[in-house]
């Protein structure tokens, strides 16, 4: 929890109220243009719904992000919802709007046990189920081919708890296969698409505890083994979802960092949000602490040259997992104010300390 001194050493903080701070930054340059002119992306996730439903969400999504990714619509249980027969129209939707706002198309994501379609089940055998999913990443990155410029084949494949080899995650695919899937995926990604780059994504790394270290030593472990088996692997994904209050040591991390592009490893943060479930109601109060925990986590990673952008999982509070999902959403009903701009599309102290982390990046 946040301690009494850290309350008042952020309510001692020169204060430019939020008012003051929203006038400024609307006639600002965009997030996606600061972080451009560091030779980063920015981009945020996005569902059509919201995009179709919302103009004024959806023109300041085209004015601060240089990248789209969906936020469920090309997941495999999205896709592919009946064996055998692909519905990319929601992403091709998607695609369009992103083509017009000129910005990046990330692929989120080939392969998650947590996102498999329901005829994807432990009565297919094994032969069968391999089938079905190299023809759904072939299917997949043939239909995108040219337009993705990123994949995260695979998600949350660790989890050190379930003490399995690799301390990989006991979950369907691992049921299926043990650990064989993980290179057979990435080799069918690349077979079918040899320019997108294909990252391995996760999350649970960021912080000074037991097991973010277990789970930064488990996937570093993962990642060169890939390597060293020579699977077409060109960066990892590190989701970032914090949360205000957990412990960060900017040494531990940039060692992280560092490890990681020792492989020779490219690193995007795929789904930064700041949740702040554990704070008091009091809005301005809230912002000031997610703004503070957001600009001491990016200053190491954007000072980490293998980092290549940062995305947000969405852009504004009105329209945010974390305020729905029962592990993030907050006790009081109060909307969780994790992301840059709020619920009336303005920029918040989060979006400010994201635009002057961008600033100081050193140069790509
Ligand atoms: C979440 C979406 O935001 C929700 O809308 C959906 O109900 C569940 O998935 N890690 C991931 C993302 O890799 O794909 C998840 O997205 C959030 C956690």
Redesign the pocket.
């Known amino acids: 929890m946040i301690s009494r001194r850290e309350v008042m050493a952020v309510m001692a903080m020169p204060v430019v109220s939020s008012h003051v701070a929203r006038a400024l930054a609307v006639n600002e340059a965009s997030l996606r243009s600061r972080a451009a002119a560091r030779g980063l992306f920015y981009g945020a996730?996005v569902?059509i719904s919201h995009l179709i439903k919302d103009a004024a969400f959806a023109s300041a999504f085209a004015q601060q992000c240089g990248a789209l990714v969906p936020?469920?619509e090309l997941?495999w249980g999205a896709v592919e919802p009946v064996r055998g027969q692909h519905d990319f129209s929601r992403v091709d939707q998607l695609y369009d709007i992103a083509a017009r706002n000129k910005q990046l198309f990330r692929g989120?994501?080939l392969l998650?046990s947590?996102?498999a379609p329901p005829w994807f089940n432990e009565e297919l055998d094994k032969t069968a189920s391999l089938d079905a999913i190299l023809s759904h990443i072939k299917r997949t990155c043939e239909h995108l081919r040219g337009r993705v410029f990123q994949w995260?084949v695979l998600?949350?494949a660790i989890e050190p708890r379930d003490g399995l080899p690799g301390d990989l995650r006991g979950a369907l695919l691992y049921k299926i296969f043990g650990e064989s899937y993980i290179a057979e995926s990435f080799r069918a990604a690349r077979a079918a698409d040899h320019d997108a780059a294909l990252y391995y994504?996760d999350?649970g790394v960021d912080y000074a505890e037991p097991e973010s270290r277990i789970r930064r030593r488990a996937i570093l472990k993962l990642l060169s083994s890939l390597k060293a088996k020579g699977v077409p692997l060109d960066g990892l994904g590190i989701?970032g979802?914090l949360r205000v209050g957990r412990k960060f040591n900017p040494d531990e991390f940039r060692t992280f960092l560092r490890d990681v592009a020792a492989l020779g490893l490219h690193i995007v943060i795929?789904?930064f949000d700041v949740g702040d479930r554990h704070l008091p109601p009091d809005p301005d109060l809230r912002d000031r602490l997610v703004a503070e925990h957001a600009r001491m986590y990016l200053d190491v990673v954007l000072d980490e040259p293998a980092v290549k952008g940062v995305m947000t999982?969405?852009l504004s509070d009105k329209f945010s997992?974390l305020s729905?999902?029962p592990i993030t959403r907050r006790s009081d009903g109060l909307r969780i104010r994790g992301l840059p701009l709020d619920e009336y599309m303005q920029p918040k102290p989060l979006w400010r300390a994201m635009a002057e982390a961008f600033d100081r990046a050193p140069l790509r």
């Open positions: 996730a569902q936020e469920w997941k989120h994501t998650w947590r996102n995260d998600n949350e994504n999350y989701q979802h795929t789904e999982w969405g997992w729905t999902h």
